[in-house]
C-alpha cells in the first residue's frame, strides 16, 4: 500500500478525556517528572526511550508494579549485540508477579467452542498453581528443568506454565492438534521432564481424540519421567487411559499435595530461562528460542499497560492456541490484573447462518475490552458479512488487536464500519522471536488506514535499505538497533550463539535484522509488505507479497490467496515472474474475465510489476497453525524442491495442489 491510500483522515482519533485516562498518558507524566524533560507527544517519550534505555526500562519496572530485587546495575555491555546483559543484579519470579493480589477477583473464563465454559477466582488459581507446583517438586523437577503443554488453551494449561515458572522449571508447549512427528521435533530437542497433556479437544463440534497419538509419543520421548493427561472430552467422567501405559490423570497427579494452598516462589535471575519457543518456519526443524523471564515480563507489561492499555478489571481475549507465542503475550495479562478470555475450538463453529457468531456472543456475555485476533479472521469476517455491530452489545470494547499477517487496509475499514466506531484497532506486528511486538499499538495516538500505529518504546526501530541506511517513505528491511530486555537469552543447544547470530545478525552485524520487509509512514506508523525472505524480485525490483494480497483480496470471488516468485525460465533462470494462486469461493471459476480484473485491480492499485505472470486456481492453501501464509513451502513445491518441517502447517495436503503445475510450464 502506498502513503495515500491511508487518506488524509485517521479512521479514529481518541478523545481529549480517553487520552487523559489511559496507562500511557500517566506513565509520561511520571517519566515527566523523574527526566524533568517536556515530552510534548509519543514521538519525543519514544526518542527518550531508547537514548536512555535504563531510565526507561526502570521506570517501567516501577510503574508496572514489578515485584522482586531491582539491583543497583541495569545494563552492562550495552553495545554488544547481541551480548548486552539487562539487570544483571535483579532477582524476580514470573509467577509470583502475575499471581499478586488484584481488586479484581476473577482470574480465568473458559469456553470450549458451545460446549464447556469454566470460570477460577484469582485465588482458586494460586491454589491450583501451588498444587501443581508441589507435585512437580514431588517428582524432583527442579530450577531450569522442562515442563512441556500439549494442550488447548484452557486453564490447566496455565496452571502448568505458573507452576513450573513458580519453582524455576522452564515451560514449553505446542498445540494438541500437532502431529507426533511434529511434537518430537520440538520436544525431542527441549527433553522435558514432565509432558502434560489432554485426552483430546473439540473442533468444529467434533471431538478429536489424543489419546492414540500420547500412546505413540510417549515411549519415544525418553527424558518424560511422567505424563499427566487432563479430562477435557471427558469433563465430568472417568478418565480412560487404559491405552496410554504410564499415564495418570491431572486429578491423580495433584492429590496427594490438596493441602499445598500458596505457591512457593523462588526469586531467581532476571535472565533465568521461561519459556522455550519454537520458529513455525517450514524449512527445516524448529529453532528453539529461549526467552528470559525478566525480559518477558518487562516486555509484556509495557505492552499490555501503555501500548494495549489494560488496566486491572479488563476482561483481555485473545484467539489463539498454544502454539502460538499470542498465547504466552495473553497470558501475562494477569499481572495487569485483567481478567482472562480463553477460547479454544473453530471460531466459527455454528450453523444455520451462526457462522462466526459465536465469539462475538462470547464477547457481548462477558463483555470483553480488548478483542485480539488475525488478520485472517476479520478478512473472513468480512468476506462472510458478519456484522457483530448490528447483531451484538460491544459497548466495552475499547480495542480490537490484529497480527499473524498484515491487516490489509480494507479490513481496517470493515473493523470501523462492521465492529465499532469509536475504538482504537491496533495492528501488531513481532514475532516468537522476541515474545512480543517491535510495532504495535497506542491507545493515545489516531488509527490511519492500512497503517500499524506505531514503534514499540524501548525499541531503536528503523527501516535500512541495502546498504544499512535508514529510510522513510520507502521499503526496506525491518531492523533494531540496540539491544532491549525480551531479546532471546539464546538458543536450545547453541553453546556458542553461533545459531543465533545467525539468525538475526548476519545481514547487518551488530542489528537486529528482523525479515520484515516495511516502511515508516509520514505518520511515525509502520506497513509490513512482506516476510523479506519472501519478497519478489522480479526484474531486480523487490516487490512485498502483502501488496498484492491487498489489492487481490478486495474482489469477493476471492476468499485468499499467495504468490510466490517463480525462477524463469526453469531450464535456465535468468528472472523470477510473479505467479499468484486464488482459492475462489463455492462456485466461481478462474475464467478470462476474472483473471483480468485481477490483474487489473493489482495494476490500477499497486504498479505494473506487481501484476502476475500466472494466476492459478486452488482448492486450498496451505498456512501454519498459527494461521500465517507460507510462500516459502509453495515456492519449495513448485521448484521441486521438498518441504522440511511439514508438521508446521495446519493442512499439509494443500501443498499437493502446488505440484506439477501444467500452467507453470509455460
Known amino acids: 500500500m502506498t502513503n ?33 524533560l517536556p515530552l510534548a507527544d509519543y514521538a519525543a517519550l519514544h526518542a527518550w526511550s531508547i537514548h536512555s534505555p535504563v531510565a526507561f526500562w526502570r521506570e517501567v519496572w516501577d ?321 462472510g458479512d458478519v456484522r457483530p455491530a448490528q447483531s451484538h452489545d460491544l459497548s466495552a470494547l475499547r480495542a480490537v488487536l490484529s497480527t499473524g499477517s498484515p491487516l490489509a487496509p480494507q479490513s481496517f475499514d470493515f473493523v470501523y464500519e462492521a465492529i465499532k466506531r469509536d475504538m482504537q484497532l491496533a495492528s501488531i506486528s513481532g514475532g516468537t522471536d522476541i515474545i512480543s511486538c517491535f510495532v504495535l499499538g497506542n491507545p493515545a495516538l489516531p488509527v490511519w488506514r492500512g497503517e500499524i500505529q506505531c514503534i514499540g518504546l524501548g525499541l531503536a526501530v528503523e527501516v535500512w535499505d541495502d546498504d544499512g541506511r535508514p529510510v522513510v517513505g520507502e521499503k526496506g528491511e525491518l531492523v533494531c538497533r540496540k539491544p532491549f530486555p525480551s531479546m532471546p537469552i539464546g538458543f536450545w543447544n547453541d553453546p556458542d550463539g553461533a545459531k543465533y547470530r545467525a539468525a538475526y545478525f548476519e545481514r547487518f552485524p551488530g542489528v537486529w535484522c528482523h525479515g520484515d520487509f516495511c516502511e515508516i509512514t509520514a505518520h511515525g506508523g509502520l506497513i509490513i509488505h512482506g516476510r523479506s525472505d519472501a519478497t519478489l524480485n522480479p526484474g531486480g525490483v523487490r516487490i512485498g507479497t502483502a501488496e498484492i494480497y491487498r489489492q487481490v483480496e478486495k474482489l469477493p470471488e476471492v476468499l485468499e490467496s499467495i504468490v510466490i516468485g517463480q525462477d524463469w525460465p526453469p531450464e535456465a533462470p535468468t528472472d523470477v515472474r510473479v505467479v499468484l494462486f486464488v482459492r475462489l469461493a463455492e462456485g466461481v471459476v478462474l475464467d478470462d474475465a476474472l483473471v483480468a480484473r485481477i490483474r487489473q485491480a493489482i495494476r490500477d492499485n499497486a504498479t505494473p510489476r506487481h501484476v502476475p505472470a500466472k494466476i492459478v486456481q486452488v482448492a486450498d492453501i496451505p498456512r501454519t497453525k498459527s494461521g500465517k501464509l507460507v510462500e516459502l513451502a509453495v515456492r519449495n513445491v513448485v521448484h521441486g524442491q521438498p518441504v522440511k518441517n511439514i508438521e508446521a502447517l495446519a493442512n499439509p495436503d494443500a501443498l499437493d495442489e502446488f505440484r506439477d503445475r501444467a500452467e507453470l510450464r509455460t
Open 4 to 36: 495515500n491510500e491511508s487518506g488524509d483522515r485517521p479512521l479514529w482519533t481518541p478523545r481529549p478525556e480517553q487520552i487523559a485516562a489511559t496507562g500511557i498518558a500517566a506513565f509520561t507524566e511520571r517519566a515527566r517528572a523523574a527526566t524533568g
Open 63 to 383: 510503574f508496572g508494579g514489578v515485584i522482586g530485587e531491582q539491583g543497583e546495575r541495569g545494563l552492562i555491555d550495552a553495545e554488544r549485540m547481541p551480548g548486552a546483559t539487562w539487570f544483571p543484579d535483579a532477582r524476580l519470579n514470573f509467577a509470583e508477579n502475575l499471581l499478586r493480589d488484584s481488586t479484581n477477583p476473577q482470574a480465568l473464563v473458559f469456553r470450549g467452542e458451545d460446549r464447556l465454559e469454566r470460570r477460577m477466582t484469582r485465588a482458586e488459581l494460586r491454589i491450583e498453581v501451588a498444587r501443581f507446583a508441589a507435585a512437580l517438586r514431588a517428582l524432583g523437577i527442579k530450577e531450569g528443568d522442562r515442563v512441556a503443554a500439549f494442550m488447548p488453551n484452557m486453564p490447566e494449561t496455565i496452571v502448568a506454565m505458573l507452576a513450573a515458572s513458580s519453582i524455576g522449571a522452564v515451560f514449553t508447549s505446542a498445540s494438541p492438534d500437532f502431529g507426533v512427528q511434529g511434537v518430537l521435533d520440538r520436544f525431542g530437542q527441549t527433553e522435558p521432564k514432565l509432558l502434560i497433556a489432554c485426552d483430546g479437544y473439540w473442533y468444529g463440534g467434533k471431538a478429536i481424540d489424543v489419546r492414540p497419538k500420547l500412546a505413540e509419543l510417549a515411549p519415544q520421548l525418553q527424558s518424560v519421567a511422567r505424563l499427566v493427561v487432563v479430562p477435557y472430552l471427558a469433563a465430568g467422567v472417568a478418565l480412560d487411559l487404559s491405552g496410554v501405559p504410564g499415564a495418570v490423570s491431572y486429578d491423580d497427579f495433584v492429590a496427594p499435595h490438596l493441602a499445598a494452598t500458596e505457591p512457593q516462589y523462588v526469586r531467581l535471575p532476571f535472565n533465568h530461562p521461561l519459556y522455550v519457543m519454537y520458529s513455525s518456519g517450514t524449512t527445516g526443524v524448529p529453532k528453539c528460542i529461549v526467552h528470559g523471564a525478566g525480559g518477558t515480563l518487562l516486555q509484556h507489561l509495557k505492552e499490555h499497560k501503555l501500548h494495549t492499555d489494560v488496566r486491572e478489571g479488563d476482561r483481555l481475549f485473545y484467539f489463539t492456541t498454544c502454539g502460538w507465542m499470542m498465547w504466552n503475550w495473553l497470558v501475562s495479562g494477569l499481572a495487569c490484573g485483567a481478567t482472562l478470555m480463553l477460547y479454544d475450538g473453530n471460531p466459527f463453529v455454528g450453523g444455520g447462518g451462526n457462522e462466526g457468531r459465536l465469539l462475538w456472543d462470547y464477547a457481548q456475555a462477558e463483555r470483553f475490552t480488548h478483542f485480539g485476533t488475525s488478520a485472517k479472521y476479520i478478512e473472513t469476517l468480512a468476506k
